[in-house]
Every structure is written in C-alpha cells, then in structure tokens.
C-alpha cells in the first residue's frame, strides 16, 4: 500500500466542503460552482475549471461541450477562450494526457510535471503566447473516463507564474475530491442553447453577440442606440434564460460550440 502525502487540514476543508455542497440545492449548478471554488480555495490555486470533453484521446483536438469556470477574470479567461476555439490538444500537458489510455471510468490525477517535463513545457507556443501573458504557470489535473469512447469530464487547476509548483499531497486530495465529487459536476450538458437562443428576443440575441465578442455595457448600447439600463435589463434576462449569473459564467456555459473554421491547427507532437 502506498504511503498517502494527504495534508490533515486540507483533508479536513474537504469534508467541510463536501458537507456545505450537500446543503445547496441540486438546481441552477450552485453545487458545482461551490464545490469547484472551494477546491480552488483550498488548493491555493489561482483558477480553476471542470469540463465535459467529447474528443479526448490519442490523435483527438479535445472539444470542450460543458465548463464550470471558477476564479478566471480578463487576464486569465482568454487562455481558456483560446483552448475552447483551437482544442484541448494545443496545451501540452493535456496533449500527453489524453495519450494515457485507462479503463472505462477509470479516474487519473497528475501533475504538470508528471506529464510534460520544463524543457517541452516552456518552449510549447500554448505556454509562450497564452499562458505566460496571463501570468498563470503551474497547473493539476484530474480525468475520469466514460463509458463513451473519448469523453471524460476534466477537472484542471492553475497556480501563478513564481508559485510553488502542486506536489504529491496536492495530486491526492484533487483525486479524493474528482472521486467523491465528480458525480457533482455531471449537470447535462448545453444541447438546448440553440433553443434558447432562438427564444430571445431580437435585441436580447444582438445583446448576447455582442456580450460574446466582450463588448461592455456603455459599448453595447452605443452600438444598439439604446440606453444602458436597457441594456442591463437585456442581459439579465439573457442570464435568466441561460441559468447562469454572470458574464463569465455564460460565456463558460457557450464556451464548447466554438465555430470549426475558427480552430488553430495544433502543432505537431
């Protein structure tokens, strides 16, 4: 049996975490964005994210159909922005692991440094062009696979540039928690936006490109000619309509219907 390197009190903030997950209602995904940012708390890591992908594995992009998002913010959200229109594949550490090949349901936790060592992490152009400006570094990963072939639901976490790297005891307790909490995060997944798109009306689905292309409030109603109360109202009914309670959380949720044309062709291995 191996040796186990879990830290008592974060062992002990994860119960408390699991305990204060169960008293939140099932609907409106409030567990998982609690659970997802009390992880992130507790881990002392910078952002983190949970995703469904649907093309995961050897020689697959990755295809982002579901994202919980959670301490990401205008610096740190376009690395994501780019990985959900270029693929999953075009980060490296995720590209070597998508060549591991568990079992079915199968749950493997890494780290970084497991996967890719210094020499092919920082001259990979992911890390030069998309990660290094968003001053994010270090990063943890955890995959569980489906019964489906090359769907898994990924948890990831990232630390700033000059953070002390996640180790061992870090490893584990994200394992503990995609073991207990992953059933958690398997909300279904966005099949109807189309439909929930085609329900707004037609300033509230200009308002909705708009907010997609990262156009402020005063930005979208001098485009619009409209006021920017009336905008507020727009995207209050948009979050409504989408579930969701922010900006950055609507983005999240369209994040995985990203346009084919758009993708980045993925460097070679």
């Not at 990063?139 to 790297?165: A, H, K, M, T």
């Not at 929930?196 to 009306?201: N, V």
Request: charged share 25%; net charge neutral; hydrophobic share 35%.
């Amino acid at each position: 049996m191996k040796p186990s390197h879990l830290r008592g009190h974060q062992v002990r903030a994860l119960v408390r975490l699991l305990n204060e997950a169960h008293e939140l209602p099932e609907s409106q995904g409030e567990r998982p964005r609690h659970l997802l940012s009390g992880m992130r708390r507790i881990l002392g890591a910078t952002c983190g994210a949970c995703v469904l992908d649907r093309d995961f594995g050897p020689g697959g992009r990755g295809d982002f159909v579901s994202v919980v998002l959670e301490g990401w913010d205008g610096t740190t959200l376009p690395t994501v922005e780019f990985l959900a229109r270029a693929g999953s594949a075009f980060q490296p550490a995720i590209r070597a692991l998508m060549h591991r090949n568990p079992e079915p349901a199968a749950l493997v936790t890494t780290t970084r440094r497991e996967l890719v060592d210094d020499r092919g992490w920082y001259g990979a152009p992911f890390v030069e062009h998309h990660l290094g400006p968003a001053h994010l570094d270090d990063s943890l990963y955890s995959i569980r696979r489906s019964d489906e072939p090359s769907v898994v639901q990924g948890i990831g976490f990232y630390r700033e540039r000059n953070e002390r790297p996640f180790d061992d005891a870090d490893r584990e307790l994200l394992h503990l928690f995609h073991a207990e909490c992953g059933a958690m995060f398997d909300t279904p997944e966005p099949a109807g936006d189309d439909a929930l798109r085609a329900g707004l009306a037609p300033r509230e689905r200009q308002t909705l490109e708009l907010l997609l292309r990262g156009l402020t409030d005063k930005e979208i109603a001098g485009q619009l000619g409209i006021s920017r109360f009336t905008v507020n109202q727009y995207t209050k009914s948009i979050y409504r309509r989408f579930g969701v309670q922010s900006r950055t959380a609507l983005l999240a949720r369209l994040l995985g219907r990203p346009a084919p044309a758009s993708r980045a062709r993925m460097p070679a291995s």
